[in-house]
């Protein structure tokens, strides 16, 4: 582990360690290049790691990235620091990069923790746990989530007590308070940025009662419910911890919707919500789940042949606008809506959990992290594509390639083509500048 302040080189800086930051650095490490990814959390993988199945084939989600991920952490090409933020990224005459390395501390010597989750059982302090999108609760000493990796333990210091719980029942005496926060001067040759995304916030649409109804849930919470590394054995509404048996899903929650600030399609709800009724008519067999939607839009490899085989499985599409959701006192949900194939009649119906296809945001910042050059962003905020058509992980700085969500809505086939895209034309600038014949 490099020391405080020290300087490091690598080829590539990675920005983001999701599948995209994930699939790049194992491109540029397999051609040689020495790669540093940094993450943002306590655990590389971003959100494909905590989903449940993939659409359109229904291959396990975490099946898929934990060899991955495992591949990613074991490479002799790349390093990976986590907790970490990059900032400061300068570009040189040269055309190479500089940039600040932040490291927060985990209060945990990684070398020496085993995860046997020892301090967490002893941690009296009980919190929402993130990595379960807030559907139960974890200690302030915890390992992030089942598969993390690194599945190393860390102190959330914000909630900790102090009262010294977990380092008595550490059996390697490896938590460490003394830790504090490290810094590196960081030179690298080229920069991938691949911050992914963030969930629409469902409480700016209030007239759904997220956050006030409990059976109001988001699709990503739906995630981890069906996902292998669930918190509970089965789907459960919030309220009183019954099984669902008709479950309405509303598409389009926080996009194409310019009242919420966010016109455009999220590209990936129509097919997750449709993924996800599927495998809950699969965990539950006698429910009725019913997807109300504005269109479906099933444009990708398979899609309509998914959405088709959901159909015949007996899920309910119904076109229709949810205008608004009112709670009973039994905890069921009335859904008023306009049911635009029966004559835009408004209706209502009752249902014992509602999920909403939340929608996907850019992250915020992320060009405020370069110093000298301007990172151009598309109207929606994505990082621009300098050059869309003929070298999609272009951007508005030589030598700065974006991959996966963070230049716009897609899926993971489409994410790993993006990080296919940008780790070549990173290895083709890092060579051209190696041979000084780029133009920087
Ligand atoms: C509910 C739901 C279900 C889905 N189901 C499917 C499906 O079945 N099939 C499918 O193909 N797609 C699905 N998707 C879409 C899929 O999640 C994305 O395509 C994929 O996660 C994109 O990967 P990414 O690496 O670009 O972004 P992310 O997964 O968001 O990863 C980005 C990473 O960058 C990190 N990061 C962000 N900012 C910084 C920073 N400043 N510094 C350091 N690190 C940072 C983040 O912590 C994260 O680890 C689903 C999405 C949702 C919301
Ligand atoms: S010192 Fe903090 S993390 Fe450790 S057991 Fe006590 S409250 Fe939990
Ligand atoms: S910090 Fe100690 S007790 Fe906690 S998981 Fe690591 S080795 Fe086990």
Redesign the pocket.
């Known amino acids: 582990m490099p020391e405080n302040n020290k300087t490091i080189e690598y080829d590539a800086l990675i920005?983001?360690?999701?599948?995209?930051?994930g699939e790049a650095a194992l491109n540029l490490a397999n051609v040689g290049y020495k790669v540093l990814i940094?993450?943002?959390?306590l655990s590389?993988g971003?959100?494909?790691i905590l989903?449940s199945?993939?659409?359109p084939t229904l291959d396990c989600?975490a099946c898929i990235t934990t060899p991955k991920v495992s591949e990613i952490m074991r490479h002799p090409n790349i390093t990976v620091f986590t907790s970490t933020?990059?900032s400061n990224i300068i570009k040189k005459d040269d055309g190479t990069f500089e940039a600040t390395i932040t490291k927060q501390p985990r209060y945990v010597i990684a070398e020496d923790c085993t995860g046997c989750q020892l301090c967490e059982q002893a941690c009296p302090v009980s919190v929402d746990d993130q990595f379960q999108y807030n559907l139960v609760g974890r200690k302030a000493a915890y390992i992030p989530f089942s598969i993390a990796s690194p599945r190393i333990a860390a102190i959330d210091i914000a909630n900790c007590t102090l009262c010294g719980a977990c380092e008595r029942a550490c059996p390697t005496k490896c938590i460490d308070f003394t830790q504090t926060v490290e810094t590196y001067s960081l030179k690298a040759k080229t920069v991938i940025i691949?911050?992914?995304?963030q969930?629409f916030d469902p409480t700016l649409i209030p007239r759904y009662g997220y956050g006030k109804f409990k059976n109001v849930i988001t699709?990503?919470q739906m995630?981890r419910q069906l996902a292998p590394t669930r918190p509970f054995n089965t789907i459960l509404r919030p309220s009183d911890g019954k099984m669902p048996d008709n479950i309405a899903y509303i598409l389009c929650t926080g996009s194409r919707d310019k009242t919420v600030g966010n016109p455009i399609c999220s590209q990936?709800c129509c097919?997750?919500s449709t993924?996800q009724a599927q495998l809950l008519m699969g965990a539950l067999p006698m429910a009725d789940i019913t997807l109300y939607y504005l269109n479906i839009r099933a444009f990708g490899k398979g899609f309509n042949e998914f959405y088709a085989q959901a159909q015949a499985m007996g899920v309910q599409f119904t076109k229709g606008k949810v205008a608004k959701i009112t709670e009973k006192e039994n905890g069921n949900l009335l859904l008023r809506y306009e049911d635009i194939n029966g004559g835009g009649v408004v209706k209502e119906t009752e249902h014992d959990m509602v999920v909403l296809s939340v929608g996907?945001l850019p992250?915020q910042g992320?060009a405020e992290l370069f110093s000298n050059d301007e990172l151009v962003l598309d109207p929606y905020n994505y990082i621009g594509q300098s050059d869309f058509l003929a070298s999609p992980a272009q951007t508005s700085i030589k030598g700065v390639f974006v991959?996966?969500?963070?230049s716009g809505p897609?899926?993971?086939?489409d994410?790993i083509l993006s990080a296919g895209s940008a780790s070549s034309d990173a290895a083709n600038y890092i060579r051209h500048l190696n041979k000084k014949t780029v133009s920087v």
Request: hydrophobic share 50%; aromatic share 6%; net charge neutral.
């Open positions: 920005i983001g360690g999701g599948i995209a930051g940094v993450e943002k959390d590389i971003g959100k494909m989903l199945k993939v659409f989600s933020q990059a691949a911050t992914g995304f969930l699709a990503m995630e990936v097919m997750y993924k996907i992250n992320i991959a996966g969500v963070a897609m899926d993971i086939p994410s």
